[in-house]
């Protein structure tokens, strides 16, 4: 069953695009929204590995609470991408 759901995360992230419009805290949170499905957790998965609220973490997926550097260093440092990544593409 969980390896079922894991599939049905990993397909929403295919499904999706990492570009997006829209002010830069919202097309951050996309692109960390993006990030967690292609790797098949959930949000409370990705906050037990942060050692975060789920609350804080979904507030960053949707652009209503800004990332701080050390935040963003964070999620970096878990998805194991430069924190360049998420500033790719957006000119």
């Known amino acids: ?3 079922q759901a894991k599939g049905d995360l990993r397909a929403k992230a295919r499904s999706a695009s990492p570009l ?3 002010p830069f805290h919202v097309v951050l ?10 790797r098949g ?3 409370k998965a990705l906050a037990a590995r942060l050692g975060w609220p ?4 979904s507030q960053h997926e949707r652009g209503t609470k ?3 550097p050390e935040e ?7 998805y194991r991408v ?4 998420f500033f790719r593409d957006l000119g």
């Open 54 to 57: 789920v609350k804080r973490v």
């Open 20 to 22: 997006w419009g829209g």
């Open 72 to 78: 963003l260093i964070a999620y970096a440092l878990l």
């Open 29 to 38: 949170g996309q692109r960390l929204r993006w990030m967690r499905l292609r």
């Open 66 to 68: 800004r990332v701080h």
């Open 82 to 85: 430069r924190v360049s990544s």
């Open 1 to 3: 069953m969980a390896s």
């Open 41 to 43: 957790l959930t949000l």
